[in-house]
């Protein structure tokens, strides 16, 4: 039922397309998928993982971003996430988080996926927001998968008060070799989008790597806004080169009709 309905949709977007009834319709797209990254939150002052003085240049990701990592050294992956935590209160949203919040106010149908465990998509006011990756503000119980907000930096004896005896709490993030979060989400949300946005990703990361193939199979307009060309650039419809500060606010205003 739901692959035909799928089908359905993909054929009259194609013939949409054929006819030049969809592409680049700016201001009419209804359905908007939004992938950020670590350059999105870049300008706001937090590293990104692979550009020069990346995080994994300074950390290896196998000790600190793994499961095998917290099973060895529990300590040093909480120090790691401890203090990424303890960055969020001097940072804040930049004007390209900004604009996404306002994209989604603009747009309802506008649902960002983002990669990054920072909080500063919902503190400039998005609502629709899956974390892929996990939260950095939150903590999970490694028994029952209950969600603690984190107060204090977690330490290898942080326990949750769910379970009795009490057991291991760690961080709430996705680390590699695990499956990220809100998947079934994400891929209705792709199926159905009419425009895909990535913004500041490197595309060398799966799963999210393939969402543009995704979207793009399903009839969906594609673009691009990264500072650099990534791995999968040519995979897009569109590219905006430059600084996603300036970028976003500048497609947004666009996709909202404020040219
Ligand atoms: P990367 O560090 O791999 O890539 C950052 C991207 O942002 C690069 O393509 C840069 O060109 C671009 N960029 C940097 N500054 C920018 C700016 N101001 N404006 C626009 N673009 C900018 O980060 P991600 O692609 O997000 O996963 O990394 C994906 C995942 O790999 C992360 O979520 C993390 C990491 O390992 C886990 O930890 C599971």
């Known amino acids: 039922m739901e692959r035909s309905f799928r089908g359905l949709r993909h054929r009259e977007r194609q013939s949409n397309r054929r006819k030049g009834n969809?592409?680049?319709?700016?201001g009419r797209y209804s359905e908007i998928v939004v992938l950020?990254?670590?350059?999105?939150?870049a300008e706001s002052g937090i590293r990104t993982f692979r550009d020069q003085g990346g995080l994994w240049e300074s950390h290896r990701l196998e000790d600190v971003a793994t499961p095998e990592a917290f099973h060895r050294d529990p300590a040093l992956?909480?120090?790691f996430y401890n203090e990424r935590r303890a960055q969020l209160p001097l940072v804040k949203p930049n004007p390209a988080h900004l604009a996404l919040a306002e994209l989604e106010k603009a747009i309802p149908g506008t649902l960002i996926?983002?990669?990054?465990?920072?909080?500063?998509?919902?503190?400039?006011?998005?609502?629709?927001?899956?974390?892929?990756?996990?939260?950095l503000t939150k903590a999970r119980c490694v028994?029952?998968?209950?969600l603690f907000r984190v107060t204090e930096p977690l330490t290898e004896h942080s326990l949750c008060t769910c379970c009795v005896p009490?057991?291991?709490?760690?961080p709430h993030v996705v680390w590699f070799g695990e499956m990220p979060l809100g998947m079934d989400r994400i891929f209705q949300a792709l199926a159905q989008c009419d425009l895909f946005i990535a913004i500041g990703t490197s595309g060398q990361v799966y799963p999210a790597a393939g969402f543009v193939d995704e979207a793009v199979a399903q009839g969906a307009h594609s673009?691009?806004?990264?500072?650099?060309?990534?791995?999968?650039?040519h995979r897009?419809?569109?590219?905006?080169?430059?600084?996603?500060?300036?970028?976003?606010?500048?497609?947004?205003?666009?996709?909202?009709?404020?040219?």
Not at 166 to 170: C, N, T, Y
Request: aromatic share 2%; proline share 1%; no cysteine.
């Open 22 to 26: 969809v592409k680049v319709s700016h």
């Open 36 to 41: 950020t990254g670590a350059g999105i939150s």
């Open 166 to 170: 009490a057991s291991v709490l760690r």
């Open 143 to 146: 028994k029952t998968g209950q």
């Open 77 to 79: 992956v909480q120090r």
């Open 113 to 135: 996926v983002t990669q990054n465990i920072d909080d500063l998509h919902e503190r400039a006011g998005s609502h629709h927001l899956i974390h892929m990756h996990g939260e």
């Open 236 to 259: 897009f419809h569109e590219h905006r080169r430059g600084m996603a500060a300036v970028e976003v606010p500048k497609l947004v205003a666009e996709l909202i009709g404020r040219r």
């Open 223 to 233: 673009i691009e806004i990264n500072a650099d060309s990534s791995h999968v650039s």
